[in-house]
């Protein structure tokens, strides 16, 4: 090794040694974009917070319950908002591809506001307190939730293959915009069928 | 026409017109309920809005945000209800909630206000600090170097001249 040799590897040291000294500043300039996919992700559990014993034959006055959860994957403190709906199965769900809700008017609703990388969940409970029969078709005209008497019209056709009337509990995920400042629908929304008897 | 008929005339004329003046005292009072309970919804909704907004960028300054997201969970949870309460045809209890929920959200602004710029504040100086030190670290290696060098250097040109010399009095 020469004299040259030894003063490149010297200036190199050098200035590797510089820049590990000049990190700290070097952090507040340089910010390395994530690559970490945004979503948010919209789950409901059975009453033994499980993906199974899902709420399904239920009757008048009977309570059940399920969890509605999110969780945030979208970088920054969130906005959401979980429309609970009630539809039988004519009823028209949203539509995720086109990024349009269901035109079905909620009945309940939940807002959270989500960390990043955090979960919300809620306990659901409900009690389908009001149904009358007219020949082979169920209206539900009231429902309690947490606690919250709901009144409302819900018509089902009986269903001979299935043998019953057929709803289903939708929960609906909005999200807010910071640029628009509204809530807008997040294309996610779950939901479980349940099947209504009136004794 | 007798004096009987006209009486009993005028007395259902008088019971109409009364009927008619409340009936439309209370559809006016019913719109006037339900237009004061959108207003206060639509308000509500803007405020938690906003102190959302506040409380990301609060967030975003590196503030702790843990008591301002209980509040603003609070703030929205009446909402929620209140909206819920407008759907059922309950106005009263929608401006009440709606109201609450607006007051929450006003004290959530504020503080995420006043948290942002404490945390804005920390940031600068511990910003400045950083600076400071990489200032004074990259100084200190460059001048550091410099000096093991011009060392090295010099030893490297003692031991080059050292040779030359036991080279030459060798060959003496």
Known sequence: ?199 | MTSFDIKRSTILVIILIIFTIQFRFHTASAITDAEEAASALANAERTVGEAYNATVNADQTGANISTLLTKLSDAGDELSAAETAYRQGDFNSTVTLARISSQVAEGVKADASQLGLEALGARYMNNWFKMVVSIVAVVTVGLGSFFIWRRFKKRHYQRVLNAKTEAVSHEL
Do not use: C
Not at chain 1, 30 to 40: G, K, L, M
Not at chain 1, 179 to 187: H, M, V
């Open chain 1, 1 to 199: 090794m020469n004299f040259k040799d030894y003063r490149t590897v010297f200036i190199a040291s050098s200035l590797v040694l510089m820049l590990i000294a000049a990190s700290p500043t070097l952090g507040l300039i340089i910010q390395f974009p994530s690559n970490a996919e945004r979503f948010s992700e919209l789950w409901v559990l059975g009453p033994d917070h499980s993906a199974k014993n899902y709420p399904f034959n239920v009757r008048v006055n009977e309570s059940n319950s399920v969890f509605v959860g999110v969780n945030n994957h979208l970088g920054a403190l969130s906005y959401y908002l979980i429309y609970v709906k009630f539809r039988n199965q004519t009823q028209p769900l949203p539509n995720a591809t086109a990024s349009e809700p269901s035109l079905l008017p909620p009945i309940f609703e939940f807002r959270a506001f989500v960390k990043d990388n955090e979960a919300w969940e809620a306990h659901v409970t409900f009690i389908i307190s009001d149904v009358s029969l007219h020949n082979d078709s169920m209206s539900v005209n009231r429902m309690i939730i947490n606690g919250k008497t709901l009144a409302f019209n819900s018509f089902a056709k009986f269903e001979a293959e299935r043998n019953g009337f057929y709803y289903e509990l939708l929960f609906e995920l909005w999200l807010y915009d910071q640029g628009s400042r509204i809530l807008t629908f997040n294309r996610r929304f779950v939901g479980i069928w349940l099947n209504v008897t009136a004794s």
